[in-house]
């Protein structure tokens, strides 16, 4: 039976929930405070606000209807299960979403939707999940994982919306300060999730409240303090939305266990077919090793960097030089400076080579540039993906398949994430590089007489 289904009082409990509040109507607080907050929670919120949400009516919905009003949040189990559903019984399990209509039609009406998530190869897990020191819990390679592997796809426990929506009214805004807006929206948000919570099966509820809270103090309850502390961000959204308003937010019994580092090992990416996260090796990653992920924008400067952190009780991050060294920061701020704003292209030149140089010297500013990026760890960037495509084309058009197959292999994470599909194997083979593009035309300006140092430029896709 679908959820929805039943008649009886219990079944109803089991419903699809819905709240009478339209997404639209509600006045959008999005940024929350975090750290200490001098009496948070009731302390801060005037009378006359304390029940808000909770008095608010909800009614029932039949789970398999895609017929809302858009603007309306439903509480509903994504991909539908039985009433009497285990998650032993269901490939993959199901998270409990609160979503907008709008946002619910799109996940049912997307193609192939509800696939299963990826199991590993043989079934055995890439990972363990184990003590990271101070960091608290995270993730370890159990063998040596290759760039372009996928580490774990995994549909999350719960998904919530990424911000809170206050109910104040435009008129009672004026009459309330910044911070009371704040803990009034974190309490209707905590009211909202913990309906979604009551819908989860036991077994994640419990690995659900095991994870950690870095949101104690702020006013945060026992379930947002860990949406906020465990929470990724999802390919979807609301319509009419932007910025942080309307995200959705995925929380995960192993992937909410990975650390944040600013030289990130892997990548993550939504994929709404299978309802699920996918996690990437961007490079190598030895046995032992934890894997890693950036939680913020790893291109961003170090101080940029450091407050994007700060929310998730992360006050000192050390994962290198550019992190935390002076002079290293500097290195790596000006770095990052040219990786955002100054692509390199590179063009064959016109000229032909200077007597003892190396037939790809006119390649060096893209070398330079790859060798730059992964000194600072930054293998999962699209700068990376531009540049190892632009190199992988070089290299076919100077027909060196040695060094084809080469970039190849690093590109293969990279490309997993950015364009969610597998690079071509036909570069990890001579036959594959000889039938190229580049590796033809090369091929036919010999056959012309046309020397390579004839004008070119290399696309890098
Ligand atoms: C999503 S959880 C990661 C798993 C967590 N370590 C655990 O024990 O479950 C995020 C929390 O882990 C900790 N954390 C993650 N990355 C960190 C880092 N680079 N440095 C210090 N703490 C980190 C912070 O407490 C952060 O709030």
């Not at 372009?148 to 009214?169: C, F, L, Q």
């Not at 730059?372 to 531009?386: D, M």
Request: positive net charge; aromatic residues 8%.
């Amino acid at each position: 039976m679908k959820r929805g289904f039943l008649n009886s009082s219990k079944a109803k409990q089991q419903n699809e929930q819905s709240t009478s509040l339209p997404v639209t109507k509600a006045k959008l607080v999005s940024k929350l405070s975090h750290g200490v907050v001098p009496n948070a929670g009731k302390g801060q919120i005037p009378k006359g606000y304390e029940s808000g949400f909770g008095t608010r009516k909800f009614f029932e919905l039949n789970a398999t209807s895609l017929d809302y009003d858009p603007d309306l949040y439903v509480c509903t189990a994504v991909p539908l299960v039985t009433m009497d559903a285990k998650l032993s019984d269901v490939p993959g399990g199901w998270a409990e979403c609160v979503l907008s209509g709008h946002v619910k039609r799109m996940i049912h009406t997307t193609p192939g939707f509800p696939r299963r998530p990826l199991s590993p190869a043989n079934g055995k897990k890439l990972y363990r999940i184990g003590e990271a020191g101070s960091k608290g819990l995270g993730m370890f390679a159990t063998r040596l994982i290759r760039a372009g592997e996928i580490i774990i796809d995994e549909r999350p426990m719960m998904v919530a919306t990424a911000s809170t929506n206050s109910i104040v009214s435009p008129d009672d805004m004026a009459k309330l300060s910044v911070e009371q807006i704040r803990q009034i929206g974190l309490r209707e948000w905590g009211k909202f999730m913990k309906v979604v919570f009551d819908r989860m099966p036991p077994e994640n509820q419990k690995a659900f409240m095991e994870l950690a809270n870095s949101h104690t103090q702020d006013g945060s309850d026992d379930i947002t303090g860990r949406i906020r502390t465990n929470g990724v961000v999802t390919g979807f959204r609301d319509r009419n939305s932007s910025g942080a308003q309307g995200r959705y937010t995925a929380i995960c019994k192993d992937i909410s266990r990975i650390n944040h580092s600013c030289r990130p090992n892997a990548s993550w990416s939504w994929h709404t077919d299978s309802f699920s996260l996918r996690v990437c090796a961007v490079r190598d990653i030895r046995a032992g090793e934890e894997v890693t992920v950036a939680y913020c924008d790893a291109l961003a400067p170090a101080s940029e960097r450091a407050e994007a952190l700060v929310p998730y009780g992360i006050y000192d991050c050390n994962c290198g030089p550019s992190c935390s060294d002076p002079a290293g920061i500097r290195i790596g701020d000006k770095r990052r400076d040219r990786f955002r704003f100054e692509p390199v292209v590179v063009f064959a030149p016109h000229v032909p080579p200077k007597v003892g140089e190396a037939p790809d010297a006119w390649v060096k500013p893209a070398l330079r540039r790859f060798r730059e990026l992964e000194a600072e760890g930054l293998e999962g960037c699209n700068e990376y993906h531009r540049t190892a495509y632009q190199l992988i084309n070089v290299y076919c058009f100077l027909q060196d398949v040695e060094k084809v197959k080469k970039y190849a292999s690093k590109i293969k994470g990279v490309h997993r994430v950015i364009e969610k599909k597998e690079f071509p194997a036909s570069f990890s083979s001579a036959e594959g590089i000889e039938r190229s593009q580049y590796y033809q035309m090369s091929e036919m300006r010999k056959k012309a007489g046309i020397p390579e140092y004839e004008p070119i430029l290399i696309s890098f896709a």
